[in-house]
């Protein structure tokens, strides 16, 4: 039909009832017109997402039983998980989690699995233990080397088990391990183990699945912790002291904080951790050079429309600045503010430890707890400056929740 029409266009051209200039003029628009939009249409048709695999195998315990249902579990990970990701990623990933069918009974009271809440006291043998356990009572018709990631969801809380959520590997058995995890009984697990409570927050669920998704390269996790290490192993309550490890990208990003409200979703990541799983369209980051003065109209990080959702200003091989735009879009609504962030990135750190980490804010408040005034606006904190590079990144005004900023020399 198309190629019809446009047949039957040309011959008006050719033919002397197109002997006026503006009917000729306005026919080989219309044929120009027939062969673009179905280019226009092809460029914008969405491509499928990646589809990721996982597999939740439900365990209790003989002295503590679950209290969750295998239909919250999985609601959990392919309702509220899946369509986080899927934002996260700007459609490009799509979450596909099996569920075992039933809950399965550990062979040790939760006692002898029990670690400690503090990352750098948690005993490996202990969480080898429980994953042995755990996938010992896989059927042997399951191949666990289909799988991106399992999730071992436990029928305890965190008071019984001692953390709500981890990374068991690639994590607390080898943050740096490359090597494909294999059971004693010869089974091998081709992504990586998670560890979760029957409480978990989204925003845990997230986190230490994250890990696994990023993988390890060069000896370092892709998607690592953004808080400090350190400070989450000092003593103290829990959740004060964790509040306190929050140097680094404070709530601004659930690889840093699980969630800045319990009873709110997480909110979404920084362009930083987009950039490390591979969720940032490198066309939608713009690079401007050191020693360059540049004006960008940058737009929400969370909206995959705006033009340009990042900027990066390389230092050196290893070393910039991500600047991005924050606005109560999705599930950035469940943020401290909105407005710019600026980022040092260092990809020579691995893990937030000894005072390092491979990224964090420059605030424009300091004195917020928990980099909670983070963010750069058009009003009163509208400049950053770095004496030693010699750079200053300016907000200069803010146009329907995009902001137009200059990156200049000092």
Known sequence: MLEDTRHHLFTLVRSARCSALPLCLALLLAIAASFAEPQRAHAQAPA?????????ILVEFPDVR??????????????????????????????????????????????????????LEVDRDRVMGLIEDALDTVGPNVNLDQYAFIALMLGAKMPEYGMVGLCGYPGMLGWATQEVFTTKGGRRVRGGVAIFTSQAHLGTLFHDVAHILGGVKDGKRVAPCLYDHDLQAQPGPALEVFRRSLINMGYWDPMSCHFYQRQLPPPGVSSWTRLR?????????????????????????????????????????????????????????????????????????????????????????????QLTGAAYDAGSRNTFLDATNKLKIQVLESLSGSFRIRISPL
């Open 48 to 56: 499928a997402p990646r589809v990721v695999r996982g597999l939740v």
């Open 66 to 119: 679950h209290q969750l249902t295998r239909e919250q579990a999985a609601l959990r990970f392919n309702g509220h998980l899946n369509r986080y990701v899927r934002e996260m990623s700007g459609g490009a990933v799509s979450l596909e989690v099996d569920v075992s069918p039933a809950w399965s009974v550990l062979p040790r009271p939760i006692g002898q699995y029990r670690i400690s809440p503090r990352n």
């Open 277 to 369: 799983l591979g969720w940032l369209d490198a066309s939608k980051v713009r690079t401007v050079l050191p020693g360059r003065s540049e004006e960008v109209l940058l737009g929400p990080l969370n909206d995959p429309s705006a033009r340009t959702q990042a900027v990066r200003i390389p230092l050196s091989a290893t070393s910039y600045y991500l600047v991005e735009n924050r606005q109560p879009l999705g599930f950035d609504n469940n943020l401290p503010g909105s407005g710019v962030l600026i980022m040092l990135a260092d990809d020579t750190v691995a893990e937030c430890r000894h005072g390092k980490s491979p990224v964090r804010l420059m605030p424009a408040d300091p004195s917020a707890p």
